[in-house]
């Protein structure tokens, strides 16, 4: 029996992999890679730009596998910004140039890459999609209460200020909202122009003293022109009753050049000092999912944000198999970001009910092991939370749920707070709230009752496609009765 520690913590040097190596890089200087603008022409959008960048290094298996899944499953439009691709099989001329079969089977690997280009035969065909899929899996435009701001928790809202970023991951919750339309999903729009937007969400919260913290969201900050954000974030200010703002970018580790800009760290350095004034916190939320992502560029855009007065960078991840579904992918993740670049680790979410993410999704029982394993090695301030996001619910540490079907994947669970559409339910905290794993997680016998109890993948799909039109209505009932 072995009486080695299960994790063996080893700081690491952060290491801005050489962005050379790929060949359609391969002239491309320093100061170029530290340009914003840079970054944003030059980011990868389809098949043709991701062959130019590669030269001979994939082998064509790849490409039609990626064609295929854009064609028939993506619910996200390719957006890969080069930071981000930089950090995909970085090690891989550590040896000299690899052979196309070792370069893409390494590709194919990559945990970056598995949710940033997923391609079909990552995907399962058994149960692409849960039967419970739903675009909108939060509900977030049910909680809507002017166009863009959900109100979902007592003292917090969420305004989503615009429906794009410099980045789009696969796994994306807001998908029915955020970027492109895909081949098989058409994405909702804002009706409202963003001025008027803005003046809705101001003219609510200025109705709500109860509201203390508000989420600034998207979408990405990163891709709002600075002096939109700043003018949104001055407004804020100005409401006595908000204490708490949060800026959610992952462009931050995507696109970090964009927060190196000297625009932005003025800017964000008057927006800290009127916050501090006025005693509000202001931090910021980046999501990072893989140690392999946080780069001397990214520490470089933390510290810099750090410096201009933020109270805090947070980083909230997702919980995804092939990606960070080990204790050592999640503990050396944790640790870069705390050892490398200052990011504190907040939140792993367990990934949402969207559809066709069931070969990313992990079981709550899997979610439990893992905030076990990781338990004991980071401090206590920095061991982050894993989460399940119940719908209609919220966000719940995976060891509070009230109950827990393992043979069927059901677990169950209660909340402690009425959303903004259950102000008048006196039942909303008496019953209980189902979330679902992954079908293919489960044992024989409950994989049988799903297939006995449930349609096709493609109803399933058709299933979500109508759950989101009807929350659509239902945000837009809502508002007219405002």
């Known amino acids: 029996m072995s009486t080695e520690q299960p994790y063996a913590y080893r700081r690491s040097e952060l290491v801005e992999p050489d962005w050379t190596r790929l060949p359609g890089w391969a002239t491309v200087t320093a100061q170029e890679w530290a340009d914003a603008q840079w ?277 909230q991840g997702v919980l995804m198999r092939g990606v960070n579904d080990s204790p050592a992918q999640l503990l050396d993740l944790c640790f870069r970001l705390l050892d490398g670049a200052a990011i504190m680790p907040y939140y792993f979410y367990m990934c949402d009910m969207i559809p066709f993410s069931e070969h990313w999704r992990v079981s709550v029982r899997q979610a439990q092991q893992l905030q076990h394993a990781i338990m004991g090695y980071l401090p206590g301030f920095a061991t982050p939370r894993i989460v399940c996001d119940v719908p209609y619910v919220g966000k719940r540490w995976v060891h509070q749920l009230e109950s827990y079907d393992t043979v069927r994947g059901i677990s169950y669970w209660t909340k402690n707070y009425r959303t903004g559409i259950e102000l008048d339910d006196p039942e909303a905290l008496e019953r209980t709230y189902e979330y679902f794993d992954p079908i293919d997680t489960l044992p024989a016998d409950g994989q049988a009752w799903w297939a006995e109890h449930s349609g096709d993948d493609a109803a399933a799909f058709e299933a979500a496609v109508a759950a989101a039109a009807v929350s659509r209505q239902a945000s837009v009932d809502q508002l007219a009765r405002a």
């Open 39 to 315: 970054q944003r022409a030059h980011c990868v959008k389809n098949v043709k730009q991701l062959r130019d960048l590669m030269g001979g290094l994939l082998e064509d298996r790849l490409y039609a596998d990626l064609e295929r899944d854009q064609a028939e499953r993506a619910t996200m439009s390719m957006l890969v910004p080069p930071q981000m691709m930089n950090t995909m099989v970085p090690a891989s001329h550590d040896r000299g140039t690899p052979s196309p079969a070792d370069f893409t089977a390494g590709f194919y690997a990559d945990p970056v890459r598995r949710y940033m280009l997923p391609v079909f035969s990552d995907r399962r065909t058994d149960w692409a999609s849960h039967p419970h899929a739903s675009r909108d899996s939060l509900h977030e435009h049910e909680m809507w209460t002017a166009e863009g701001l959900t109100h979902r928790y007592p003292t917090k809202v969420l305004a989503e200020l615009l429906p794009t970023c410099p980045q789009y991951c696969g796994h994306c919750t807001r998908m029915d909202l955020v970027g492109n339309s895909t081949p098989v999903v058409q994405k909702l729009k804002f009706d409202l122009k963003p001025v008027d937007r803005y003046d809705a969400m101001f003219a609510y919260l200025r109705t709500q003293p109860g509201v203390r913290d508000v989420v600034v969201s998207g979408g990405d900050v990163a891709n709002l022109p600075w002096k939109n954000l700043e003018s949104f974030l001055t407004r804020l200010l100005e409401i006595e009753n908000i204490r708490d703002i949060r800026l959610a970018t992952k462009a931050l580790m995507g696109m970090p050049q964009h927060w190196l800009q000297d625009e932005v760290r003025a800017g964000m350095e008057r927006v800290s000092t009127t916050a501090r004034e006025r005693g509000v916190q202001v931090a910021i939320h980046t999501h990072v999912n893989a140690a392999q992502s946080v780069t001397p560029m990214v520490e470089k855009a933390a510290k810099a944000m750090l410096e201009a007065g933020v109270r805090d960078v947070r980083n």
